[in-house]
């Protein structure tokens, strides 16, 4: 199901995506394989680590079928998946991050880049390691006779830090992300967040 999102993604090195459906109830289980995932160099290690990322439909898929909404579910796992990988998870310490921006629109990702500190893990970027604890992402679907035209993502990420001097910093990202389908493609054109500290990041474009 959803073999798009096993397609390759450029600046991740050997990262690789696999997914198993769950059900109506439990939506969809993404498993976010990392394989020596960095965007600043050739990995030096291969560290592999599975991380769940749960994607479950809460509101709006009444006029669905199961298939459309695993298909919908799948679409936009994928962009969320990647926005993860290349904002939170893979390798530490690292420099960048804008990648996670990548499924943006060109306006909603040249915002998210002045608050990158809030929409990615930027701020510890000189930690040794990231240990994600809780990636999960409720969606509310728009739906219009039939085609499921947009969704809005709320996202709860949860990760631990652990810096060069041994002791851990919570990261953490709650919110929304809105998203929107067009010529096929699943993009976020706007967010609105809050990471650990309180800082709030918001957006539209």
Same mark, same amino acid.
């Given at each position: 199901?959803?073999?798009?999102?096993?397609?390759?993604?450029? @600046?991740?090195?050997?990262?690789?995506?696999? *997914?198993?459906?769950? $059900?109506?109830?439990? !939506?969809?289980?993404?498993?976010?394989?990392?394989? !020596?995932?960095?965007?600043?160099?050739?990995?030096?290690?291969?560290?592999?680590?599975?991380?769940?990322?749960?994607?479950?439909?809460?509101?709006?898929?009444?006029?669905?079928?199961?298939?459309?909404?695993?298909?919908?579910?799948?679409?936009? @796992? *994928?962009?969320?998946?990647?926005?993860?990988?290349?904002?939170?998870?893979?390798?530490?310490?690292?420099?960048?991050?804008?990648?996670?921006?990548?499924?943006?629109?060109?306006?909603?990702?040249?915002?998210?880049?002045?608050? #990158?500190?809030?929409?990615?893990?930027?701020?510890?970027?000189?930690?040794?390691?990231?240990?994600?604890?809780?990636?999960?992402?409720?969606?509310?679907?728009?739906?219009?006779?039939?085609?499921? #035209?947009?969704?809005?993502?709320?996202?709860?990420?949860?990760?631990?830090?652990?810096?060069?001097? $041994?002791?851990?910093?919570?990261?953490?990202?709650?919110?929304?992300?809105?998203?929107? *389908?067009?010529? $096929?493609?699943?993009?976020?054109?706007?967010?609105?967040?809050?990471?650990?500290?309180?800082?709030?990041?918001?957006?539209? @474009?």
């Amino acid at each position: 199901m959803m073999g798009a999102m096993a397609r390759s993604r450029g @600046g991740m090195h050997g990262s690789r995506v696999r *997914e198993r459906a769950l $059900g109506r109830a439990g !939506g969809l289980l993404v498993v976010l394989a990392l394989v !020596g995932c960095t965007a600043d160099a050739p990995p030096s290690r291969v560290d592999r680590e599975e991380v769940a990322l749960r994607v479950t439909t809460v509101h709006g898929d009444q006029q669905l079928s199961d298939a459309q909404r695993a298909e919908v579910e799948g679409a936009v @796992g *994928e962009v969320l998946s990647h926005y993860l990988v290349g904002g939170f998870l893979g390798d530490y310490p690292r420099e960048r991050f804008v990648q996670a921006f990548d499924d943006f629109t060109p306006r909603a990702a040249a915002l998210a880049t002045r608050d #990158i500190t809030v929409l990615t893990a930027a701020r510890v970027g000189d930690a040794t390691e990231v240990t994600p604890r809780r990636l999960d992402a409720r969606l509310s679907l728009l739906v219009r006779d039939g085609v499921v #035209i947009g969704a809005t993502a709320f996202v709860d990420v949860d990760l631990e830090a652990v810096m060069p001097g $041994g002791e851990t910093q919570d990261v953490t990202l709650d919110g929304r992300l809105m998203l929107q *389908e067009q010529r $096929g493609r699943w993009s976020v054109y706007g967010f609105d967040v809050a990471n650990d500290d309180g800082a709030p990041a918001e957006g539209t @474009g």
